[in-house]
């Protein structure tokens, strides 16, 4: 039995039961039996299946309504007094307004439901990084994901105590109208309300909405940061583990780079490659005056289509137990899950990800693109040895990416903190043929953020100098990778993957000051013959194209750079643009 006097909380709950008026409210206390309970409740009223429990022990597959299967940014808003505090680059409510609308929305959306109440920590419980949350929501399949990607029971509240230091969640599935569905969230009131959805990134609180959106906001109050970064840390021969911090946007093949495979000339001498997060960081400056970071997240909330054996196998082996698989193809006679991309073998006889009969010969797509699994980090057979330490792991290097055909290099590193910004702050990424719309598109999305910070972008940046100001020389390197240069022919020239540890360890040289680095117009990059290439089927000369750096292609980079910071307005600080003058200075 769950137990707390917290009276704000309690006040809370009262006031939102009034609001959607459940037919009762159940406290989550994290126990496997409670759990338990609640997958058969889920498994008798079809909203999840028993997947084969020999082959799958603890997975279960669950499906979306078809209207409701991604993010919705378009349905995304931050609500704040002023329309300043948001910017220019998010959906902006008036937040009083907001509160309105969404009032007469929650409004009896829980009648006939249960209303489940989940206290959660982001981060290992205690820690200085952590953060309290609270979710309540009508859907059992949300406590289930929430029991894996957070830590969830009574540990929490008691930390809690009678504080009113949390984040209130309200989410209510209501009726999935996609016309009201809103995901808000009010940074200044440290509450987040999503209502008519059902889908993870929209429902699972703890995730996007809380640890980047109002965490990015609280960050800058308290002078940490939040951000859309992997966490991995790096093993060398010694002994010796070096964690770097990587942000890319979607698509760039995050969660595989944060459980890279070593190639085999690196594994025989005995590197190793450590997992601490794949999609979020906390970062501190630590007592040592240096950069620590936490993954505030339990799971992983990992894309399933081409996740495979050859691809990803740590993440293939951490969704094989107490897993849940959300809008993947279902493999009747196995009583199992498929996607696209696991293996060249679809089930014989399957259902579609919404659960219709599907015939792998139609052509149509057996697995949703953007179907997922929910898996408990600890699954994961590379999770590092400090996934729990609620001190974090210090940082070397921070490094930023994207997909770019033409323009970025493989690997350059920032002159300085404010050069590092300034890489950060240009990120774009270039769409691919797996999404709708043109191929080839420029999006900004600058430290892969643009979705996810809770305040308005100019001051985020502000707050990036602030930040290094305060680390001065302890401050970590900023690097920019881009593992997708093509030929002429729009092969990829780098061979990716595993092989990125090639890159990841010039990087770490780097940082430890025991090689040197050749300046070019943007930034420092590495002497050709630096880069390990043995055993890879790469010349010198193809090496030396994926250093080079076409003037052109980045003047017509220069002029998006202008534009976007155009939009970001008055409140872009000054030494981004005076960075952005050196860089045109430098190309001309
Ligand atoms: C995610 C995303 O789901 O960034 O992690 O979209
Ligand atoms: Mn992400």
Redo the contacts with the bound molecule.
């Keep these: 039995m769950i137990n707390t006097k917290n009276k704000f909380l309690l006040d809370w709950i009262d006031e939102s039961a009034k609001l959607t008026q459940p037919d009762s409210i159940v406290w989550i206390d994290g126990s496997k039996k409670q759990l338990d309970e609640l997958r058969a409740v889920a498994c008798k009223t079809g909203e999840m299946i028993k997947l084969n429990q020999k082959k799958l022990p603890g997975c279960y597959l669950h499906r979306t309504a078809v209207n409701d299967v991604a993010r919705v940014e378009g349905r995304t808003f931050i609500c704040t007094e002023k329309q300043e505090s948001a910017g220019p680059t998010n959906n902006w409510l008036q937040k009083d307004e907001a509160y309105k609308t969404l009032r007469k929305i929650y409004k009896g959306s829980m009648k006939g439901r249960v209303m489940y109440v989940i206290p959660y920590s982001m981060g290992p419980i205690g820690s200085k990084f952590s953060k309290i949350g609270i979710e309540l929501t009508d859907s059992i399949y949300v406590v289930l994901n929430m029991a894996i990607m957070t830590r969830v029971g009574q540990k929490v509240l008691d930390t809690l105590g009678e504080s009113n230091d949390f984040v209130r969640g309200l989410h209510s599935k209501a009726d999935l109208d996609e016309e009201k569905r809103y995901i808000c969230h009010f940074p200044e009131d440290n509450t987040i309300m999503s209502v008519n959805s059902g889908y993870g990134g929209n429902v699972l609180l703890g995730k ?1 909405c809380f640890a980047l959106r109002i965490a990015s906001y609280l960050g800058k109050q308290e002078k940490w940061m939040a951000e ?1 970064m992997l966490i991995l840390g790096i093993e060398d021969p010694k002994g010796n583990v070096s964690y770097i911090a990587a942000a890319f946007p ?1 698509a760039c093949g ?1 969660t595989n780079l944060a459980m890279l495979i070593p190639p085999e000339i690196y594994a025989s001498k005995g590197y190793k490659v450590w997992t601490v997060g794949d ?2 960081a906390w970062l501190r400056i630590g007592p040592d005056g240096r950069l620590w970071a936490v993954n505030p997240e339990a799971g992983f909330f990992g894309v399933a289509p081409g996740t495979n054996m050859k691809s990803n196998p740590n993440a293939l082996k951490a969704s094989m137990k107490n897993s849940i698989f959300t809008n993947v193809a279902y493999d009747i006679d196995h009583n199992t899950v498929w996607w696209e991309g696991l293996n060249n073998d679809p089930p014989k006889h399957a259902l579609n990800w919404k659960g219709e009969p599907w015939d792998p010969a139609s052509g149509e797509k057996g697995a949703h693109p953007n179907s997922r699994f929910t898996a408990p980090a600890k699954n994961c057979p590379c999770i590092s040895s400090e996934f729990e330490n609620p001190d974090g792991v210090p940082i070397s290097a921070i490094v930023f990416g994207g997909r770019r055909a033409k323009t970025a290099p493989l690997v350059y590193q920032a002159r300085n903190w404010e050069h590092g910004v300034f890489v950060g702050s240009i990120m774009a990424s270039e769409t691919t043929a797996a999404a709708s719309g043109a191929v080839g598109v420029v999006r900004r999305d600058p430290m ?1 953020m643009l979705p996810f910070c809770g305040y308005h972008m100019g001051d985020y940046f502000a707050h990036w100098l602030e930040m290094g100001k305060l680390l001065g020389d302890k401050a970590p390197k900023i690097f920019n990778v881009n593992w997708f240069r093509t030929d002429e022919n729009g092969k990829f020239i780098w061979p990716g993957f595993g092989d990125n540890l090639r890159v990841l360890l010039w990087i770490l040289a780097r940082c430890n000051g025991s090689i040197d680095a050749v300046e070019t117009p943007i930034g420092l990059e590495p002497k050709p013959e630096d880069i390990n290439i043995d055993g890879l089927d790469i010349s010198r000369s193809t090496l030396n194209d994926l250093l080079s750096v076409d003037k052109a292609c980045w003047l017509e980079d220069v002029a998006g750079i202008k534009e976007f910071y155009k939009k970001i307005g008055d409140k872009l600080p000054a030494a981004l643009r005076s960075e952005l003058k050196t860089l045109e200075q430098n190309l001309k």
């Design positions: 996007k859309h979607s995050k999609d979020i892969a």
